[in-house]
Each structure stands twice: as structure tokens, then as C-alpha cells.
């Protein structure tokens, strides 16, 4: 089975779809900055990949990815797109009320934006299924990979890191450029950590300063972490990983 794309159907495949499934899959990523290696629509990229695999394997249909997120972090670096989150939470409540409509009653988002995503993203589900009484989950593969990220050997959530360079060189191998990648740790924090596999994690993310995050990406190049330990071969475990994750997410909506 090949996946089911909303944008090449016509409106009486719609029809017949509906008919049978109420579930859609939305990918919400963002255009941004993943150091000198990875391009502007990695997080995009992971969130389209995985949407179109559990498409294949579950005939579940699948909208037009979400192309920007809310990114003022990597404004310091050239080409990244930041949008406001009022605006994203409407944009994301409007496509799911126009597909409520229509019929559709199951909605899978998968961020592939991580934390600074899922901000916004909750409020606009949270609004969604009180208003519209339809079901929104969140799929998020940095929260997904945690039972299997040690085993790989990838060290904390960062930014254009290993985990998801692992990731692009698994599945979009010819925009991945390994031998611009530069390692980067961050000094340890006290009080805050964002990474879901850290019992620390505070689940809080603490906006910067623009001063702190051009400092950062002029020392960094834009990755934080150790891209030097990504490879295809890992990518392929936690891809794999993360797809049956997210088939089991979505079964569990079956009508
Ligand atoms: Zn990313």
C-alpha cells in the first residue's frame, strides 16, 4: 500500500475514505536552522516521513504538512522562519475544524519540532476536542524514542544532534552533509532539562535571550550535541522504532 495523500485525492476519494475511516494524520514541523549539516526542513522532514510510513502501513490518510513552527531561538542563523503561536494554534485549529466538518473525528498531529512545538500544539488539540468533540492526539518522537535512545548511544536532546541526524541520514541521505557536522555540548544546567529521557526534565521550555542564542550559534554552528555519533545505520533503529510507536497510536483510534 502506498500512502494516502489528501492533496493527489479528489473529493469523492474523500468521500469513499470517509465512509470507511475517520482518522487523519498531520505532520507540523518548522523551517529552521539544524546546524551546518542538516537542512532548514529537518524537523518537517521527520514529521512528513513518519506520517507517510504509518500512512503505508495502516491506509490512514494523511494532510499537507505544516511547514513552519514557532522558532525564535534559531532566528540567529539565516533562513529560519518563525511564526507567531497564536497564529499556529489557529492555523492548526482551523484545519482540524475544516476536516471536523467534513466527517473526520480521529486527528494524529505528529510534531517533529519537539518541545517549542508542542506548546502551542496542545492548545490548539485541548481547544479542538472541546469545541469540536472530536479526539486529537500528539505524536512526538523525541518523548517516543526515550526506551530506545541509550541503547543507541545518543546523548541528550539538543539541536541538529545526533538523534535526529541519525534520522535525516536514514531517510534523506542526499541533504545530509555529515562532514560539516560539529559537535557541541552545552555546559550542564542547574535547574532546567528538556530532554524527555533526563529524570530531570522539567518539561518547561525557558525562552532565551537573542544575545544568548547568537552567542550559541556562533560558537555552535547551530548543533548542539554530538552529530558525530549519527549514522544511517542508527536511524534506521529509531525510525523504525518511532513508526511502529506510531502505528500503535494509531490502531488504538480504530472506529
Ligand atoms: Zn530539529
Known sequence: MSALLLQEMKWPEVKDYL???DRVIIPVGSTE???CWLPMGTDTFTAISLAED???????????????GWSPHHMALPGTISIRPEILIELLYDEIESLAKHGFKNFITIN??????LIWMQIAAER???????KVVIFDPAYMQKEIADKLGFGAIGHAEESEGSEMMYKYSDLV????????????AKLYHIDPRDRRD????VPSTEEVTR????????SIGHPSQASAEKGKKLYEHLVSRLVEVIEQLKK
Open 19 to 21: 465512509a470507511k475511516d
Open 33 to 35: 536552522q539544524h546546524g
Open 54 to 68: 504509518a500512512s503505508e502501513k495502516t491506509g490512514v490518510m494523511v494532510t499537507p504538512p505544516n511547514w513552519f
Open 112 to 117: 517533529g519540532h519537539r518541545i517549542v512545538n
Open 128 to 134: 479542538a476536542q472541546r469545541k469540536l468533540g472530536v
Open 177 to 188: 552533509d555529515i562532514s560539516k557536522a560539529r559537535d557541541y555540548v552545552l555546559g550542564e
Open 202 to 205: 522539567t518539561l518547561c521550555y
Open 215 to 222: 552567542k550559541i550559534a556562533e560558537i555552535s554552528g547551530g
